[in-house]
Each structure stands twice: as structure tokens, then as C-alpha cells.
């Protein structure tokens, strides 16, 4: 990305001369085609035995070494085009021809019949032949202000949907600011980033990507006045220069005018999904005085909007600052966590209520910061999933988790299923499937003491991919269950569809479920569907003997929660296992 910003800002500085102004390739063009047709003249002149004298080899000097030189420093001053430079290079020629006969009539070069003739001829030998060169000269230098015009579009817009690129629309808040400051008026710039592009990329490919970011633009760029501006910096991301405002509270229409625009359905290739998109807004002259402040000001609202729900959009704060840096360092201190191994597991107790013995465990991250103590997943799961760190620290908590399993099993303990949540972007790796049965072969571990727990969120995207990967596992004997079921994008055709084994209820329901009638009425419900589809379900989150009878009334057979136990490493966990689900430990 930087070598092609910096291509593209050599490729801009070189341009300045653009815009059909003279260039020194076509200037030298210029004086090589004079050079050319007084060589000639003269040389016809001797050819015919006319008479040469002094005088004209002065003059033909000063064309050369005077008139040239003249044209080519005022074209380069005045930015001249060729189609006014060359006029007035002839205009000369013809004006120094005539000036050399008026030095004949007053000079000693008194033969001034002889001296017409000579200029006559030579006139005639400059129109004749000088336009032809000069109309090749012409063609070439078009061209080549063609090629530079090409290169000046590639430096300063976007190629793929048109719109000005990073530089170009930093360039134009420049200005307006200069313009705004002068006229004591606001501006605002929003940064806006597309929800779920990379899903969809992944999915359909990066034409169909393409399309996506194609029409994108066209809505963006129709949902504006004529005096604000647009550009794409790169990937997903777009920026919109709102000019002459009010208040704030304009730049929240803009804001929520193009998002509206953004959440309808795209329409493409016999497909309909819809993406949304988060939106930072920073104002002029509030939240910066310079284009690059107010960028990364917009920019840094932006992603407060992903981290509160992806879609939607927010003005800058000064805190927000603050959030960025601990950001930063977060995702710093996330590298070395994996580099130094501070990532632990915790392992909570999944119980059969019939038997009232432990079937199951599910293996929880945690992260043990040298000076931070534990910090909790929710503080740095989502970084993990931002960044792509998530993939080989799910790989590390799979190929963990299943040698655990086995290391409990040569211990003495009941083969029980080990669960392991997935991310979707894990899931959605190319080598997913391998990797799992990698760990299950490098840990020895049977694969149907192995539960991998995804989201519903995975099969919004490559379903048909989705559905592959899951028949495969599933025909190794490994389980799958949905976590959280009923939070996210719940289908029934998913669940008749995928190769699925157990629902797990959310917590959320269960919280609920004694003195909420909606909760009770949910679990409830999903219990009974799953019994008719022949799936095992699960109830996470129990921690209250009132919650334990609900479940056993409705027939939900397996449950987790505080009841039993809290997640504990696994030392901690071995002692208390053989009597852990008779005295519901807590």
C-alpha cells in the first residue's frame, strides 16, 4: 500500500504540466522541425545557385538561437497550449523574414528586387515546409498529452469506481477550509467503512466485490449536493466532504441519509444481501483544523461505531482518542500474549440432569496479562477477530483442548465431549477442516469426544461452503452444535439444512426464565423444536435451583452453569470432577 501512495504521488507530482500546456519534449519537437525546414531552404537555395550572403545565415541564426529560445521560455511561463504556440512561432518566422528585407532597403544590401525574391522564397519554403512537420509535432505532443492526462486520472482517482482517490480529496478540503475559514462557516467529513464486505468478498469473490463497491459509490455519490465531495481511499472505505453547514445536526442527515442508502439490499448477479456500513464524522473547525486531523478524527469515530454494533454512526469525541491508543496497545500486548503463551484455558462442567454426571466440558480462553491479572474475552476476543489473531489462537485453543480431553481419559475419567467455540473467521479459512483433524490426530483424541460450538452468524455467508465443511467433520464423528441459539440470524431451513447435533440455549434466556414469561415461553419453545428434529439441546448459563427445575419440567436434559461450577483451569477442575455434580459446587 505505501509503494503504490508514493507511486502515485511521484506520478501526480509529474503532471503539473498537464492540461495541454507545453511540455520540453514538444518544445525541443518545435525547434528540431524549425532547425529541419531552414536546413532545407538553405540548401535548395545553393541546389538552385540563389546567392547566400551573410545576412541570411545571421538570420537564420536568430531564428534558431533568439526566436525559439523566446517562444519557449514565454510558453513555459505562460503555461501556453500548442495550439496558440505554434501560430505565433510562424508569426515570428514571418516577421523576421520581412524584418531582413527592411534591413536590405536601408542597408548596404541594396539589390532589394533580388532581396524580395529571396524572402519570397523563403516564406514560401517555411509554409511549405513547416506545417507538415509541425502537424506531426502536433499529433505526437496530443498524444502525449493524452498518455500524461491517463497517468494524472490514475494518480489522483480511484480506478474502479471513478471517484478521487485519498490525495485528490485532501487536496479539496484544503481548500474548502481555506474557504470555510474566510466565510466563518463548518464543514464535516465522514469516513465511512462497508459491514461485512470482507464476508461477502470471501463469498462471492472479488468481482463480485467489485460490483458491490461499484454500486456502493453510485448511491453515495447520488445522495449528495453538487458542492460536496466524495472519494474512496481503498478497500472498503469511502470519505465524504460535506461543505457549508449549519450545524451538527446537518451533518446527522447526511450521516443517516447515506446509511439508509447503504442498508437497502444490493442487488447483483441474481443475489440480494445487505451490508450496512459504520460512519465516523469529525467537524470543521471543532474536531480539526487540517484535512489530516479531521481524516483520522472521522476515522477513529468510525471504528467506535464497530466496536457498539458495526452498523450506524457517531460524531468524534475527545475520549475517543484515548480508546484509540488503548486500542493500539491491546492489540500490541495481544502479539505478545501469543508469542509468550499468556493465553490459558478454563474448562466449565456440561451436565446430564438425568444421571447427574458430567458428559462434557467446554473449553473457555482466557488471558493471564503479567501485570493485568485475567482479562476477560470480551475485552479482547473482538480485537482478536479484527486483526486475524484469532486464527491461530483458535488454533491453539482446539489443538489445547483436545489433548486435554485425552489427557483426562488416561487419567481414569469418563469420556466426556470437549467443546470448542469457533469463530467465524476461523471457520471460514480455507484449511479449516484440516486443521481440526490435525489436532484431533496430533492429540489422539477420538473426534466424537469433540464439539465445535458456532454462531448462526457463520451461515450467512457461503452456505453451500458452510454446509461442506460441516458433512465433512460431521462424517469424522465431530460434533457440532450452534451456540447461542435464537441471538442471531435463527432459520429453520438452517437447522434442517446443516448437519448439526445440539442446540445450546443462550444465557440470556435462561437469566429470564423465572420471572420472565417471554424467556420462559422462548426456551421453552426451543426445546420442543429441538426434540422434534432429533437434536440434543443444551442450557448455558444456570445458576439458580428455581432455573434447574424450569428446565427439568420442560425436559431439557443437559445443562452448564454456576450451579455445578464456575470455569476453572484444568488442575483446578481434576480434583473436584469425580464430586462436582452431586454437590453442585459453586
Known amino acids: 500500500m505505501n509503494n503504490k501512495r508514493v507511486m502515485s504521488n511521484e506520478v501526480g507530482e509529474g503532471n503539473k504540466w498537464t492540461s495541454g500546456s507545453m511540455n520540453n519534449a514538444s518544445l525541443l519537437c518545435i525547434g528540431l522541425v524549425t532547425f529541419c525546414s531552414y536546413t532545407v531552404i538553405i540548401s535548395s537555395r545553393i541546389v538552385l545557385g540563389m546567392e547566400l550572403d551573410l545576412l541570411n545565415y545571421l538570420m537564420t541564426g536568430f531564428a534558431l538561437l533568439v526566436i525559439v529560445p523566446f517562444v519557449y521560455v514565454l510558453a513555459r511561463r505562460r503555461a501556453m497550449k500548442t495550439a496558440y504556440f ?62 500524461e492526462s491517463k497517468l494524472f486520472f490514475l494518480a489522483y482517482h480511484d480506478m474502479l469506481t471513478g471517484l478521487p482517490n485519498r490525495k485528490m480529496f485532501e487536496e479539496h478540503m484544503e481548500t474548502a477550509i481555506v474557504r470555510h475559514k474566510l ?63 449549519t450545524n451538527a445536526e446537518d451533518a446527522h442527515k447526511v450521516a443517516q441519509k447515506l446509511l439508509t442508502q447503504l442498508t437497502l439490499p444490493f442487488k447483483l448477479q441474481g443475489h440480494e ?16 483544523g487540517d484535512p489530516v486531523t479531521l481524516m483520522k478524527n472521522a476515522d477513529t469515530a468510525m471504528y467506535r461505531v464497530k466496536e457498539h454494533g458495526k452498523t450506524g454512526f457517531q460524531r468524534y469525541t475527545a475520549e475517543m482518542n484515548d480508546t484509540a491508543i488503548q486500542t493500539l496497545i491491546m492489540e500490541e500486548w495481544l502479539n505478545k500474549a501469543l508469542e509468550e503463551e499468556q493465553f490459558v484455558l478454563f474448562y466449565q462442567p456440561q451436565i446430564k440432569i438425568e444421571s447427574n454426571r458430567i458428559i462434557g466440558m467446554e473449553a473457555l480462553l482466557r488471558w493471564r496479562h503479567p501485570n493485568l491479572g485475567l482479562i476477560p474475552p470480551g475485552e479482547f476476543i473482538p480485537l482478536a477477530e479484527e486483526t486475524g489473531l484469532i486464527i491461530p489462537i483458535g488454533e491453539w485453543v482446539l ?17 466426556m465431549k470437549m467443546a470448542v467455540n469457533i469463530s467465524p473467521i476461523q471457520f471460514h479459512q480455507g484449511c479449516f477442516v484440516e486443521v481440526v483433524l490435525d489436532a484431533l490426530q496430533e492429540s489422539g483424541l477420538d473426534p466424537q469426544y469433540l464439539e465445535l460450538e458456532i454462531t448462526e452468524g457463520i451461515a450467512m455467508f457461503q452456505v453451500d461452503q458452510v454446509i461442506h465443511k460441516l458433512q465433512i467433520l460431521r462424517n469424522h464423528g465431530v460434533q457440532i452444535s450452534i451456540d447461542d441459539f435464537g441471538t442471531g440470524y435463527s432459520s429453520l431451513t438452517y437447522l434442517k439444512k446443516f448437519p448439526i447435533h445440539k442446540l445450546k440455549i443462550a444465557q440470556e434466556f435462561v437469566r429470564g426464565l423465572t420471572f420472565d414469561p417471554d424467556d420462559a415461553a422462548i426456551v421453552q419453545a426451543i426445546i420442543a423444536m429441538a426434540h422434534s428434529l432429533k437434536l440434543d439441546v443444551i442450557a448455558e448459563g444456570v445458576e439458580t435451583n428455581e432455573q434447574l427445575e424450569f428446565l427439568t419440567s420442560v425436559e ?17 477442575l481434576t480434583h473436584i470432577m469425580p464430586t462436582i455434580a452431586a454437590h453442585h459446587v459453586g
Not at 189 to 196: E, G, K, N, Q, Y
Not at 400 to 412: E, L, M, S
Open 556 to 572: 431439557c436434559r443437559e445443562i452448564q452453569g454456576y450451579i455445578y461450577s464456575r470455569p476453572l483451569p484444568a488442575h483446578e
Open 86 to 147: 505554434i501560430p505565433l512561432l510562424i508569426l515570428l518566422f514571418v516577421i523576421a523574414e520581412l524584418v531582413e528585407v527592411g534591413i536590405r532597403m536601408f542597408t548596404t544590401y541594396a539589390d532589394i528586387h533580388k532581396g524580395m525574391l529571396y524572402t519570397l522564397y523563403d516564406i514560401a519554403g517555411l509554409l511549405l515546409f513547416m506545417p507538415p512537420m509541425l502537424y506531426f509535432a502536433l499529433m505526437d505532443n496530443r498524444h502525449q498529452e493524452k498518455l
Open 183 to 245: 466565510n466563518n462557516q463548518s464543514l464535516a467529513v465522514l469516513f465511512i467503512d462497508l459491514v461485512r464486505f470482507k464476508n461477502v468478498n470471501n463469498t462471492f469473490g472479488h468481482n463480485f466485490g467489485d460490483l458491490l463497491l461499484i454500486e456502493a459509490a453510485d448511491r453515495l455519490r447520488s445522495s449528495l449536493r453538487s458542492i460536496d465531495h466524495i472519494s474512496r481511499p481503498g478497500g472498503d472505505e469511502f470519505c465524504v466532504l460535506i461543505e457549508e453547514l
Open 399 to 415: 489443538r489445547t483442548a483436545c489433548k486435554q480431553n485425552v489427557a483426562w481419559q488416561q487419567a481414569g475419567f469418563e469420556p
Open 273 to 288: 444481501l445487505r451490508i450496512g456500513c459504520s460512519i465516523g464524522i469529525a467537524l470543521y473547525p471543532d474536531d480539526g
